[in-house]
């Protein structure tokens, strides 16, 4: 409740957070919110993923795909019936990310230096970008030096120019990147239905960038699933958790306050 531009109140809080991975994740990130003065009765926790979804289709149930430095899939009927396919972890769940893109991108590159494949023109961008000569350097850049998962990440744009510039190994990564992310959506849908024409929304800042990555994509999920409705999103997700705050208020999330949440989410 603001008053003389300043919060007086806390009346209900939605926390939607990429490192909620358990049930016991979640209470301990809920305990430090109550033990900040938060009402206990008003407070829930969940997975970032859920607040995409909220904020990306105002609201209303279906499916968001989460495409950025990671990756992952969420399904939500109006019911409260949820299910999510991958975004499980790098090491086993991470397909079509921009941690994924990049780290292919470096296999191939050392395939390419190595004579096992003919090389392209993303054995060099790939050198550039680590600051290397050579396919010598890699151990020690890697390893010795070291790449955080962001790092490596960042390197996902470098890979979509080179496919839109017309490198052949760079497309068939996009290529491979869209599909594992389709079936993602396909999945979802197939293990919990939203609705008979399912709602997709695709978040995150590699798959919201209007590039050649994102247009494959689209057209991977209409092949595996041509009955989705593809939407732009409506809102960012930090306008989910408050929509989703909002109904813990015991303020119904009607289309009035979906408009005055996409004209100023604060």
Do not use: K
């Not at 209900?12 to 358990?22: C, N, P």
């Not at 003065?37 to 795909?65: K, M, N, T």
């Not at 680590?130 to 390197?155: N, T």
């Amino acid at each position: 409740e603001p008053s003389g531009g300043r919060v007086t109140e806390v009346r209900a809080a939605f926390l939607g957070m990429a490192g909620v991975t358990s049930a016991g994740t979640a209470a301990a990130f809920r305990d430090l919110a109550v033990q900040a003065g938060l009402d206990p009765a008003r407070v829930e926790v969940d997975h970032d993923i859920r607040i995409a979804l909220a904020g990306g289709l105002g609201g209303r149930p279906g499916i968001a795909l989460i495409v950025g430095t990671g990756s992952s899939c969420y399904g939500r009927t109006a019911e409260g019936r949820h299910w999510q396919t991958g975004g499980w972890g790098s090491l086993v769940a991470d397909e079509g990310s921009g941690y994924d893109l990049a780290r292919r991108a470096m296999v191939e590159a050392v395939r390419m230096a190595d004579g096992r494949v003919q090389p392209s023109g993303l054995q060099d961008a790939v050198f550039r970008w680590l600051g290397v000569e050579g396919v010598s350097g890699i151990l020690a850049r890697l390893y010795e030096q070291g790449l955080e998962r962001d790092e490596i990440a960042a390197f996902a744009p470098q890979v979509v120019q080179l496919a839109t510039d017309g490198d052949p190994v760079a497309r068939s990564l996009l290529r491979a990147g869209a599909a594992d992310l389709a079936e993602m959506v396909a999945a979802n849908h197939a293990r919990l239905p939203t609705s008979e024409r399912p709602e997709v929304v695709v978040t995150g800042g590699l798959g919201t960038a209007p590039t050649m990555y994102r247009d494959l994509i689209r057209e991977a999920v209409f092949r595996l699933l041509p009955e989705a409705r593809w939407c732009e999103p409506e809102m960012e997700p930090v306008a989910g958790a408050a929509l989703l705050a909002l109904g813990l208020g015991g303020i119904p999330p009607g289309p009035d306050v979906v408009q005055r949440l996409r004209e100023d989410p604060r």
